[in-house]
């Protein structure tokens, strides 16, 4: 599993930061970017505040798991999840079934 610096690297490259903007957008000198990312310090909360305003995954910097998809959807989108949760497999089989065709229609 990789460790916090790596993640935070991995999450500044994603966005398509370099250290220096990074840095300057977590508040900090990108010598501290830099020390994060090697490991060698933590971030501070502060810090992981103003990095989730430019679009890092806080949850996976700290813990290595993502943010759970359901996170992102719209109100529409999050209802839809949830009955087709309710119902069992073989109305989600037939509900996929429609989907299928319906995508494939269009």
Known sequence: MLKIG???KE???RLGFNQ?????VGGVAKTSQFNYEKGDRSPDAEYLAKVLGAGADILYIVSGQRVPPAASLDAAESL??????AVGARDRDTLNHILERMVAAN
């Open 6 to 8: 790596d993640r935070l």
């Open 11 to 13: 999450e500044r490259v």
């Open 20 to 24: 220096a903007d990074f840095a300057a």
């Open 80 to 85: 839809l999840l949830s009955r087709y949760r």
